[in-house]
C-alpha cells in the first residue's frame, strides 16, 4: 500500500488527502491541534458530489511520532517566511520519498530542491475549499489538479500519483512544464487573491461586477504575462480572457487569502507577489500594478 504523509491540515490538504485515502493509499495526517478528535471522529467532506467521512489511517500531532519511511510527502502548507519546511521534513525523509507540493505561488520550490535529491513534485490545485470546522471541509466547486516535476520532465511516480487522483475522480493532468503552468495559475492568484482583500472583502463576481475593479485585475494579469514571458513560459495569447471567463462560471468565491485574512491569520504576500516581484527586478522589468498590491498588503 502507498504510504503518503500529508503535512498540512487545512482544506486543501484535507480534501485531497482524502481523495489520495479514498484511492487506497494509506495516510497519516499532521495534525497540529486536535489530532484526537480527528482520529476519533474523523473529518467529514462536504462535497458537491457526494459528502463522506475521512478516516486517515493515522493522525499524528508531532512528526517525531511518525516511524515509517514515507512513499510521498505531500505538504498543503501555506507558503509563508516563517514555515521552514527544509527543517520540517529532513526528519522523515527517506531515499525514495517523493515531496509534493500543493501551493500557491512561483519559484516556491528552490530551498527544497537546493537541500534534498529526493524527487519534488509541484502540484496546482484548480479548487474552491474551505475549512468550517476541526473536522468539516466544504468542497464547493471544481478541484481538478496540474502536477510535475521541478525541473525535469515527469516521471513515472507522478504519474502514479495522478493515477490515484485519477481513479477517484479528480481530474489530474500530468505536465512536462510545470512552471508554465505555474505561471498560468499566478495569473488568477496575483490578481484576485490580493484585490479580494483590499476590495474590502468582495468575493469573485462581486470584483467582477465593478468596472473598476474588473479592470485592476485585467491590468495585474498583463503584468504576470510578461513576467511568464520573460521566464521562457509562453502562455496563449488569450489567457486572461479565458481566465476571466472561467472565473464567471464558478460560484461566487471568497478567494483562500481573503478567508486567511478574515481569520486573522498570515497572508501568502511572499509566494503570490513577492516572489514575482523579485523575478521582475532581476530582468528589470516594470510591474506598477502587482507592486501596488505588494505594497498595501505590506502593511497588514
Given at each position: 500500500m502507498t504510504k503518503i504523509?500529508?503535512?498540512?491540515?487545512?482544506?486543501?490538504?484535507?480534501?485531497?488527502a482524502s481523495k489520495l485515502w479514498q484511492a487506497g493509499a494509506e495516510i497519516c495526517l499532521l495534525v497540529r491541534k486536535n489530532a484526537q478528535e480527528v482520529q476519533e471522529k474523523g473529518i467529514d467532506i462536504l462535497s458537491i458530489n457526494q459528502t463522506y467521512c475521512?478516516?486517515?489511517q493515522l493522525v499524528i500531532d508531532d512528526l517525531a511520532k511518525y516511524q515509517q519511511q514515507p512513499d510521498y510527502i505531500l505538504i498543503a502548507t501555506k507558503v509563508l517566511p516563517s514555515i521552514d519546511l527544509p527543517s520540517i521534513i529532513a526528519p522523515v525523509l527517506a531515499k525514495h520519498t517523493k515531496i509534493v507540493l500543493i501551493q500557491n505561488g512561483i519559484n516556491i520550490e528552490c530551498d527544497l530542491a537546493k537541500k534534498f535529491q529526493q524527487q519534488i513534485i509541484s502540484v496546482i490545485a484548480f479548487v474552491c475549499v474551505a475549512k468550517i470546522s476541526n473536522t468539516k471541509i466544504h468542497h464547493q466547486d471544481n478541484g481538478h489538479l496540474?502536477?510535475?516535476?521541478?525541473?525535469?520532465?515527469?516521471?513515472?511516480?507522478?504519474?502514479?500519483?495522478?493515477?490515484?487522483?485519477?481513479q477517484v475522480n479528480i481530474k489530474t493532468k500530468v505536465s512536462d512544464n510545470i512552471q508554465t503552468d505555474r505561471w498560468?495559475?499566478?495569473?488568477?492568484?496575483?490578481?484576485?487573491n490580493p484585490i479580494s482583500v483590499l476590495s474590502g472583502g468582495c468575493n469573485t463576481k462581486q470584483m467582477l461586477d465593478n468596472t473598476h475593479c474588473r479592470q485592476l485585475i485585467i491590468q495585474v494579469m498583463q503584468e504576470v504575462f510578461l513576467l511568464a514571458k520573460a521566464d521562457g513560459c509562453f502562455l496563449p495569447e488569450n489567457i486572461i480572457a479565458e481566465k476571466i471567463a472561467y472565473t464567471e462560471k464558478m460560484i461566487p468565491y471568497e478567494t483562500s487569502m481573503l478567508l486567511d485574512f478574515k481569520h486573522h491569520r498570515p497572508l501568502e504576500i511572499e509566494a503570490i507577489l513577492g516572489n514575482a516581484l523579485q523575478f521582475a527586478k532581476e530582468k528589470s522589468i516594470s510591474t506598477p500594478y502587482l507592486s501596488s498590491l505588494y505594497a498595501l498588503l505590506s502593511c497588514f
Open positions: 504523509l500529508v503535512i498540512g491540515a487545512g482544506a486543501i490538504g484535507c480534501f485531497y475521512f478516516r486517515p496540474i502536477m510535475g516535476n521541478y525541473q525535469k520532465k515527469a516521471t513515472a511516480d507522478t504519474n502514479f500519483l495522478a493515477n490515484l487522483f485519477n498560468e495559475k499566478l495569473i488568477w492568484n496575483a490578481s484576485f
